[in-house]
């Protein structure tokens, strides 16, 4: 399978705790995007990379969140000190950004993480 | 701030039937997607739309956008069971530096009953 996947696939952890969720994008995409979606509505933007680098942040993404992607292919999603609000699918999303007919690309998103705090 | 709106939220049809989902963003933009949901899965990539008067169709389902009055619609023709799921608008946030995020409408939970 060449698609995005995420790993967990499920999390349940206590509030306080932390908690890093792994994406692997589709290989040779540029980008990357984490968003979250709750229950009944559609995802919100988190965060995205073009490469290695952090290039736009929500400010949903509190100081308690980090994301990185260390070489330019797969990313984490750190939570720390998490709280129940924070109970949610966490999706990450690739795509391959081009120079030309950039205005083409197309998000591909894994299956997600579903966190449940407690 | 970009804001996307789609109606309606929840769709009960019959199968055979046809049906207009619409989506309303309010600011300029280059691109508008439409996803599919399944219940408890990710999204699947349905149209990417990209100027004014564009059309795409696949199957029972049809895109259309319409920049000026910054509407799309999904239309369904003859409704399966099948195509019960969530159907998502989504549209290009940064029209003017290239940037990825795309802002998403509520969604629309359509149900086909027989």
């Known amino acids: 399978d060449t698609g995005v996947s995420q790993n967990p696939r499920h999390k349940i952890t206590k509030r306080g705790q932390n908690v890093t969720f792994r994406c692997d994008p589709i290989s040779e995409h540029n980008r990357l995007y984490w968003y979250r979606q709750t229950l009944g509505q559609g995802p919100e933007f988190l965060t995205y990379?073009?490469?290695?680098?952090?290039?736009?942040k929500s400010r949903l993404l509190s100081d308690r969140f980090s994301a990185e992607r260390p070489k330019g292919s797969f990313s984490t999603l750190e939570i720390q000190r998490t709280e129940q609000g924070d109970s949610a699918m966490y999706l990450c999303?690739?795509?391959?950004?081009?120079?030309?007919?950039?205005?083409?690309?197309?998000?591909?998103f894994g299956p997600g993480t579903r966190l449940l705090v407690l | 701030e970009l804001k996307v709106e789609q109606n309606p939220l929840f769709l009960s049809m019959q199968e055979g039937k046809n049906y207009t989902i619409y989506c309303n963003y309010s600011t300029t933009s280059d691109r508008l997607y439409w996803y599919r949901q399944d219940p408890g899965k990710s999204l699947e990539s349905l149209f990417v739309l990209l100027s004014n008067g564009a059309v795409k169709q696949e199957g029972r389902l049809m895109a259309s956008l319409d920049t000026k009055a910054r509407l799309s619609t999904l239309h369904i023709t003859a409704a399966v069971h099948d195509l019960s799921a969530t159907y998502f608008c989504?549209?290009?946030?940064?029209?003017?530096?290239?940037?990825?995020?795309?802002?998403f409408g509520q969604g629309t939970e359509l149900s086909v009953k027989p």
């Open positions: 999303a690739s795509s391959l950004m081009r120079l030309a007919g950039g205005n083409q690309e197309t998000q591909y």
């Open positions: 989504a549209v290009h946030a940064s029209f003017y530096n290239q940037g990825g995020k795309l802002i």
């Open positions: 990379f073009q490469n290695e680098a952090q290039l736009e």
